[in-house]
């Protein structure tokens, strides 16, 4: 057990302060340690992770690093937090508990991301890449901050969950999707790229517009007896 610092910006390749699970490895966090890493995380088929309630922090200052696995890893908190520094994280499934960007770039995975608690790239910025990030949290008090990024899908579905988007404008290219759970919507403008489909929770309008930029026939608004402050087309 203990905090694990990889160090790297030293040697300018992708090896650089990298850690590489071979198969059949295991790393096991305890407890809410802090582990740094500078490079890249690799696990290999048949590697596994086990993050108990630890950080991981990405601090890499140089592009092309990647969080890659054969299956999708899950961390509790994961943090970006390198300037300059653009990672893919393709590798990831689930991060449990929160998932910030407080500087870099992140490439999203095209498919789904489920994130526990809070997702916000208050300083950073990410790349959706067509994929979906699903907040799962059944507890209130949850934040989402894309701060000038763009969301790909946003799927809500966690039962007792409640959401505020921080930033006064935000946009979805895809789909916004609620089937459990509240979302507060911004006190700006929600642009959504599809569809918005209330299926089970409830939305709290925010004061703001929900704007639909679809430039094709076949798309769907469903608000399931929650209202709206102002809504365009």
């Keep these: 057990g203990g905090d694990v610092t990889v160090v790297a910006n030293a040697e300018g390749n992708n090896r650089d302060g990298s850690v590489r699970l071979y198969p059949g490895a295991l790393w096991q966090s305890t407890g809410t340690e802090t582990h740094t890493i500078g490079g890249q995380f690799i696990a290999q088929s048949g590697a596994a992770l086990t993050p108990a309630s630890s950080t991981f922090v990405f601090t890499a200052t140089t592009t092309g690093k990647a969080i890659s696995a054969s299956s999708s890893l899950t961390f509790y908190n994961l943090t970006f937090a390198g300037a300059g520094g653009a990672w893919d994280i393709s590798g990831v499934g689930t991060s449990t508990n929160d998932l910030m960007i407080s500087a870099g770039t992140v490439t999203m995975p095209s498919g789904t991301l489920a994130v526990g608690s809070t997702f916000d790239a208050s300083g950073g910025s990410f790349i959706h890449n067509s994929g979906t990030i699903k907040f ?94 102002n809504f365009t087309v």
């Design 136 to 229: 799962t949290s059944t507890a209130s008090g949850k934040n989402v901050r894309a701060a000038g990024s763009s969301f790909g899908n946003l799927l809500f579905a966690g039962s007792g969950g409640a959401w505020t988007f921080l930033d006064t404008n935000a946009t979805t290219t895809g789909s916004v999707v609620i089937t459990a759970g509240t979302p507060t919507l911004p006190t700006g403008i929600l642009y959504v790229g599809t569809d918005f489909d209330n299926r089970g929770g409830t939305v709290v309008a925010g004061g703001g517009t929900l704007q639909m930029t679809a430039a094709s026939n076949g798309h769907i608004v469903r608000m399931n007896g929650s209202n709206l402050g």
